[in-house]
């Protein structure tokens, strides 16, 4: 396989399984069928997958929007196309189904999402690796936006009070108003449009 495709290796402890994942966009997608494989134990995780959408719809995610379809090697060698999501989307996938397998894989997502990423950002220069990982930041702050309403986060108040409350874990006990004066920024200035690549990434 191209280096824009592979087999990653999940193992949780009793027994290796494999997720085939594809460079897609500027991000990692993962087989949606290989994960469902892995959480349930599935003979059909096809069908299993099939009744999953159906429920996650009802509860008012917009599935089809973040489900793409990418042609990835079957087992009998062939590409075919197959639903597959990004590590942000497959979280929310994985939440919905009850396994114990489900926080080794949201760990195991997190890990290898950012991989290429990071290989990535360490070819360009300040500049442009600044660039890159701000609009990362902001992409994942949009899909966080849409979790956080799942938890009623619903006004501008209350997502500034949830927000604050990641700042203080990264920033010491800061708030996003303490950031910004530290920085000397006027009120209308983007704490995120003035910080480097490292505290980007850290973000």
């Known amino acids: 396989m191209s280096e824009e495709q592979g087999l990653l290796p999940f193992d949780d402890g ?3 399984r494999i997720v085939r994942q594809q460079w897609h966009n500027g991000r990692w997608f993962f087989s949606v069928i290989d994960v469902v494989a892995i959480l349930t134990d599935s003979d059909v995780p096809r069908r299993y997958w099939s009744d999953l959408k159906r429920k996650i719809q009802e509860e008012g995610f917009q ?12 087992l009998d060698g062939k590409m075919r196309e197959t639903d597959a999501a990004d590590a ?3 979280l929310r996938l994985v939440q919905s189904v009850p396994s114990p397998k489900a926080e080794p894989i949201k760990q195991w997502l997190a890990r290898v999402g950012a991989q290429k ?10 500049d442009q690796r600044r660039l890159l ?22 006004t501008s108040r209350d997502f500034a009070i949830f927000q ?5 874990g990264l920033y010491d006990g800061e708030t996003a108003r303490d950031i ?6 006027s009120k209308g200035h983007h704490i995120l449009d003035w910080m480097g690549s490292e505290e980007l990434a850290a973000n």
């Open 117 to 126: 990423l990071d290989e990535v950002a360490a070819e360009l220069d300040e």
């Open 180 to 185: 910004a004066a530290r920085k000397g920024l």
């Open 14 to 16: 009793s027994m290796g």
């Open 133 to 154: 990982l701000r609009g990362e930041v902001a992409e994942r702050n949009t899909s966080l936006s849409d979790t956080a309403k799942g938890a009623y986060v619903l």
């Open 88 to 90: 942000e989307t497959m």
């Open 63 to 74: 599935l089809y929007e973040q489900i793409v379809q990418l042609k990835m090697r079957a």
């Open 164 to 168: 604050d409350a990641g700042y203080r």
